[in-house]
């Protein structure tokens, strides 16, 4: 996170009268925010006054900074209060995202059978969460490699809720289509299990992208995403709701094609883009030299891409920014859209978990991955004999919250994007050897600094057109978009 770059000189601080608040620089100007999500841009001398304890009930912006929670003189301390806890609901609901790994390869080959999956829909409704979202995985990028399981699962869920459990469900197949058929997509769509798949770009990109990830070839991908488009509409269905899910690696090459890729995404009629960088960690160094590149490529792109997705959008485009959508939702709104990635502490454990073939279980799905290669550090039971409970209480769940709880964390604990960030401590493991890690050395967090360094930008400018982009994506309740992770790339 940055570190604030605004000096007040030698300031008198009237800390009885204040409400507490974080400050920094954006646009030149001040802004403050605070553990509510309640923001304002400052004039010059205003922060002196505000913090000097001049703003009385004759200053012009008094009611303004009382509501929200930034003067103690006639603070509605339960009305904030109320606020905060909106922020960190996460915590008091258990675990509602499910992520299924059907298959294992390697020296140790598995398929999930039956009677796990009996065991992990059971252990899903068993708590407290209203609403479950059951993700599917499979090694290689295909779970239907284990498609009778995958049925099985999502009609045993479906039957026990709808009999006994009364939760909200939703499924997700995460796939590279290589194994996809009319007959599995006809399933899907009669079962309401929701598609995501990798698009990386127009067709030259993407093929070039998969020669070096696997997964299926451009023309076979757009070939599935216009099917499932194409059947959606035919039953008269939402096209906000039911629409491919598509995400995008981002390799070296695509660093210089931001439009392209936008393009591409229109041109198939996707409503959202997910966007994540690769990792130098799952790839060896002469692939990774390859299609490798730096946080500062990578933030740079990431910029263009998104001020290019305004673009298109101030000129007709519904195509939304996934991580855009979630941060504007946190700034622009009184509520938290539940993004795992994106809570303090992080949803691994207590919003999320993984499971894998063999039944046991993991705070997150990159957790597992960490078990696949010979690290079982972070297996924190099996289905077959835990409580869930007892599970969102288990040592390491605990070290995970710890962790990632961004008023520990230096840089992040004062910073003012505190509200609207978040880390996960497993993904620090993995490319820093350590679960704190040093926030500055995390790609995501300096992706979602930026990002939400670029809404404020707007709001700071009064940009009228971009502001009502990011409220539109800010009010979007797409289950592409709310209550999910961000995701990674399917391979």
Not at 13 to 20: Q, S, T, V
Not at 115 to 135: H, M, N, Q
Not at 297 to 308: G, I
């Amino acid at each position: 996170m940055e570190q604030r770059s605004i000096s007040v000189t030698r300031p008198e601080i009237a800390a009885d009268g204040l409400g507490f608040f974080r400050w920094g620089q954006v646009a030149g100007k001040v802004l403050v925010t605070n553990d509510a999500g309640e923001w304002a841009f400052l004039e010059d001398g205003e922060l002196a006054d505000l913090i000097g304890g001049r703003v009385g009930s004759d200053h012009a912006r008094f009611e303004e900074f009382q509501s929200k929670g930034l003067v103690r003189d006639g603070l509605d301390l339960d009305a904030l209060a109320t606020r905060v806890s909106k922020r960190s609901g996460h915590v008091r609901f258990g675990p509602r995202l499910h992520v299924v790994n059907l298959t294992r390869r390697g020296g140790n080959p598995l398929d999930m059978s039956a009677e796990t999956a009996d065991r992990i829909v059971d252990f899903a409704l068993k708590g407290t969460s209203p609403a479950i979202s059951f993700e599917f995985q499979g090694a290689d990028g295909d779970p239907f490699a284990n498609l009778a399981v995958l049925q099985h699962l999502v009609q045993q869920a479906q039957s026990i809720s709808q009999h006994t459990a009364g939760k909200t469900l939703r499924f997700r197949a995460l796939s590279n289509l290589r194994s996809m058929t009319e007959e599995i997509a006809e399933w899907m769509i009669a079962n309401d299990v929701l598609l995501s798949t990798t698009l990386d770009g127009p067709a030259a990109l993407h093929d070039d992208n998969r020669a070096h990830l696997g997964g299926a070839t451009h023309a076979d991908v757009v070939r599935w995403i216009e099917y499932f488009q194409r059947r959606y509409a035919e039953l008269g269905r939402d096209p906000h709701q039911w629409n491919v899910d598509a995400r995008l690696a981002v390799t070296a090459r695509t660093l210089a094609s931001p439009r392209e890729v936008a393009d591409e995404y229109v041109a198939r009629k996707i409503g959202v883009i997910h966007v994540r960088p690769l990792e130098a960690w799952a790839f060896d160094a002469e692939t990774w030299r390859k299609i490798g590149y730096t946080q500062p490529q990578y933030l740079e792109f990431r910029r263009t891409l998104l001020d290019y997705i305004l673009e298109l959008n101030r000129g007709g485009s519904d195509l939304i920014d996934s991580l855009a959508a979630v941060i504007a939702a946190k700034i622009l709104t009184a509520r938290d859209p539940g993004t795992v990635d994106l809570q303090s502490p992080s949803g691994a454990g207590s919003s999320q978990l993984a499971y894998g073939a063999d039944g046991r279980i993991f705070p997150c799905d990159e957790a597992r991955v960490i078990d696949d290669s010979g690290d079982s550090l972070f297996e924190i039971g099996n289905v077959a004999d835990v409580d869930v409970g007892r599970l969102t209480r288990h040592p390491t769940v605990r070290s995970i919250a710890s962790a990632s709880l961004l008023d520990a964390q230096p840089m992040c604990t004062d910073s003012w994007s505190k509200p609207y960030v978040g880390i996960n401590p497993v993904r620090t493991y993995l490319t820093q050897g350590d679960l704190f890690g040093q926030g500055h050395r995390c790609i995501e967090l300096a992706e979602q600094l930026a990002i939400a360094t670029r809404i404020f930008e707007s709001l700071a400018a009064a940009d009228t057109a971009d502001r009502q982009v990011f409220e539109r994506w800010a009010a979007t309740e797409s289950p592409h978009v709310i209550g999910e992770r961000l995701g990674k790339a399917v391979p």
